[in-house]
C-alpha cells in the first residue's frame, strides 16, 4: 500500500522559477527520502531527512519535515530545465520481524521546467 | 564501477511464458530488491533480500520467484506471464539493512506481456 503520497501530481514552471512539491504519510518513520527519476531511467537518490530532523538542504534543494501532520515538502530554487524530472517521496519504516526497513514510495510528481 | 546493472532493457513475452530479469551489483550490497512500476501506482516493492540467501516478500510477491545465491546477483523470475505483469521493473540495493541507507537503482527493465 503507498505510504506517501505526492502533490501536486504535476507542476510546470519556468526556469529560474522556485518548484515546491509536498509528500504526506499515514504511519510513523524513520527517515524521509526524495528521489528524481529522469523519463526512461532509474530513480537517483536526492536527500534523506531522519524523524528527528526538520529541515536540511543541499545545494538547490531544501527539504522540511513535519512528523506531526505527517508531511514533508521539497524546495528546488531556481530552477532549470534539466529539473524536469519526476520526483518521489519515499518513507523508511521497519518490516516487523525482518531486522530490516522498507522504503515505501509515493506516486511522484512530474515537474516541467520550461527554458 | 557500474552500479547496479539489469538485464534486458526491454522484453515481450507472451502470457503462460516464463522468464528471468537479471539484476547484478558492484558494490558489494548487502541489500536488494525488485520493485514494479505502473502507471499512476508508483513503485512497489516486489521481493527484497538482506544477504546471500535470505530473501523475503515485499507488496506485491505474487507470480515472482527470487533467490540469492551471491552477493552480487539477484535475479526476478516471472514462472507464468500474464498480463498484469505488464510493468517497469527496478532492481535497487543499498548497503545494508540499515535504517537510514540510500538505495541505489538500475535502469529498468521495460516488460509486456501479451
Known amino acids: 500500500s503507498q505510504q506517501g503520497e505526492e502533490d501536486p501530481q504535476a507542476l510546470s514552471i519556468q526556469e529560474g522559477e522556485n518548484a515546491t512539491m509536498n509528500c504526506s504519510y499515514k504511519t510513523s518513520i524513520n527517515n524521509l527520502q526524495w528521489y528524481r527519476q529522469n523519463s526512461g531511467r532509474g530513480l537517483v537518490h536526492l536527500i534523506l531527512?531522519?524523524?528527528?530532523?526538520r529541515e536540511k538542504h543541499s545545494g538547490r534543494l531544501r527539504v522540511t519535515l513535519d512528523t506531526s501532520k505527517k508531511s514533508s515538502s521539497l524546495l528546488i530554487t531556481a530552477s532549470r530545465a534539466a529539473d524536469t524530472a519526476s520526483y518521489f517521496c519515499?518513507?523508511?519504516?521497519?518490516?516487523?520481524?525482518?531486522?530490516?526497513?522498507?522504503?515505501?514510495f509515493g506516486k511522484g510528481t512530474k515537474l516541467s521546467v520550461i527554458p | 564501477n557500474a552500479g547496479v546493472t539489469q538485464t534486458p532493457k526491454f522484453q515481450v513475452l507472451k502470457t503462460g511464458q516464463s522468464m528471468t530479469l537479471q539484476c547484478a551489483q558492484d558494490m558489494n550490497h548487502e541489500y536488494m530488491s525488485w520493485y514494479r512500476q505502473d502507471p499512476g501506482m508508483g513503485l512497489r516493492l516486489i521481493h527484497y533480500s538482506v544477504g546471500a540467501g535470505i530473501t523475503d516478500q515485499g507488496e506485491v510477491p505474487n507470480g515472482y520467484n527470487v533467490s540469492r545465491s551471491t552477493t552480487e546477483d539477484f535475479p526476478l523470475r516471472l514462472l507464468s506471464a500474464a498480463p498484469s505483469q505488464t510493468s517497469v521493473y527496478f532492481c535497487?540495493?543499498?548497503?545494508?539493512?540499515?535504517?537510514?541507507?540510500?538505495?541505489?537503482f538500475g535502469s529498468g527493465t521495460q516488460l509486456s506481456v501479451l
Open positions: 531527512i531522519r524523524s528527528n530532523e
Open positions: 535497487a540495493s543499498k548497503i545494508d539493512r540499515g535504517v537510514n541507507e540510500k538505495l541505489f
Open positions: 519515499a518513507t523508511s519504516s521497519p518490516i516487523s520481524g525482518a531486522g530490516s526497513y522498507q522504503l515505501t
